[in-house]
C-alpha cells in the first residue's frame, strides 16, 4: 500500500487549523497491532497567517483581515479533501 495523506481541519472556537497527516502501511500496521510504529509519522500543520498570529486563538475570524486569510486557506485546502 502507498501512503495516502489524511487532510483534516481541528478549530479552536473559530480559529482554524489544517493538518496533513500521512497515512502508511507501517502506520496501520503498528496501529493495528498495538504497538509503537517503527518510523515517525511526520504531521504538517497550518496556521492560517493573520496579521496578528498572538491573537488568532482568541480572535479567530472575528476581525474582518482575519477572515479574508483563513477563507483563502480553506479554498487552498480543498484539493487535498477532494
Not at 13 to 31: C, D, H, Q, V, W
Request: charged share 15%.
Amino acid at each position: 500500500m502507498q501512503a495516502k495523506e489524511f487532510a483534516a481541519i481541528a478549530f479552536r472556537g473559530t480559529a482554524p487549523m489544517f493538518y496533513k497527516i500521512p497515512i502508511t502501511a507501517n502506520l496501520l500496521e503498528s496501529l493495528a497491532s498495538v504497538q509503537f510504529p517503527s518510523q515517525q509519522t511526520i504531521v504538517q500543520r497550518l496556521i492560517p497567517p493573520v496579521p496578528n498570529m498572538s491573537r488568532l486563538l482568541e480572535d479567530g475570524m472575528l476581525p474582518l483581515e482575519n477572515r479574508h486569510v483563513i477563507l483563502q486557506c480553506f479554498e487552498a485546502f480543498k484539493q487535498f479533501v477532494q
